[in-house]
T-cell receptor, first 115, second 118 residues
């Protein structure tokens, strides 16, 4: 119940296309869902995040879609660029864990955007 | 603004040798601190977290230990390294308890330490 399942494991998209990465969870106590972007040899960087009181959040070319009833959320990268090639992690945080701030991460998706 | 530092950036150590990795955070007080390990091509495994000086919680039984001697310093240690300890070690911080709003949920990662045990 504490897991976050991420798919696909890897993704190849043509430049200008839409990249879609999906995550699913079981624990309805999760109340915060961030996405991280990690380039090789670097630490993950917070990309965008959503809370379950909204169904969509957009920041530039990056959009999170959230389906509370299905317990799923996804990252959409519009107009994908070669510079977006990286590993993407979804995560979830359990409500009431504000004193620890612990996140549960998905296994990651390696995105390659071909020029 | 807040920054997080980790050192060393890379480390090659023989099996059985000790380990000490350091993480420091600047620009905030009483942060929550975290140590993660990332095996090659794998996800992020939370190893330890700390909500204050001297307060350490372990997530996974292992060959490693953590300490927080100062408010913004987090150290990962081992007395004897194993081959399986190789990986990319990441320190992270989040806003301390009592903060409200989105900022209290965000977790920020350091640049990482690449450890190779030979």
């Amino acid at each position: 119940q504490q897991q976050v399942k991420q798919s696909p494991q890897s993704l190849i998209v043509q430049k200008g296309g839409i990249s879609i990465i999906n995550c699913a969870y079981e624990n309805t106590a999760f109340d915060y869902f961030p996405w991280y972007q990690q380039f090789p040899g670097k630490g993950p960087a917070l990309l965008i995040a959503i809370r379950p009181d909204v169904s969509e959040k957009k920041e530039g070319r990056f959009t999170i879609s959230f389906n509370k009833s299905a317990k799923q959320f996804s990252l959409h990268i519009m107009d994908s660029q070669p510079g977006d090639s990286a590993t993407y992690f979804c995560a979830a945080r359990k409500e009431g864990s504000s004193n620890t701030g612990k996140l549960i991460f998905g296994q990651g998706t390696t995105l390659q955007v071909k020029p | 603004s807040q920054t997080i530092h980790q050192w060393p950036a890379t480390l090659v150590q023989p099996v059985g040798s000790p380990l000490s990795l350091e993480c420091t955070v600047e620009g905030t007080s009483n942060p929550n601190l975290y140590w993660y390990r990332q095996a090659a091509g794998r996800g992020l495994q939370l190893l330890f977290y700390s909500v204050g000086i001297g307060q350490i919680s372990s997530e996974v039984p292992q060959n490693l230990s953590a300490s927080r001697p100062q408010d913004r310093q987090f150290i990962l240690s081992s007395k004897k390294l194993l081959l399986s300890d190789s990986g990319f070690y990441l320190c992270a911080w989040s806003v301390p308890l009592g903060q409200i709003g989105w900022s209290s949920y965000e977790q920020y990662f350091g640049p990482g330490t690449r450890l190779t045990v030979t």
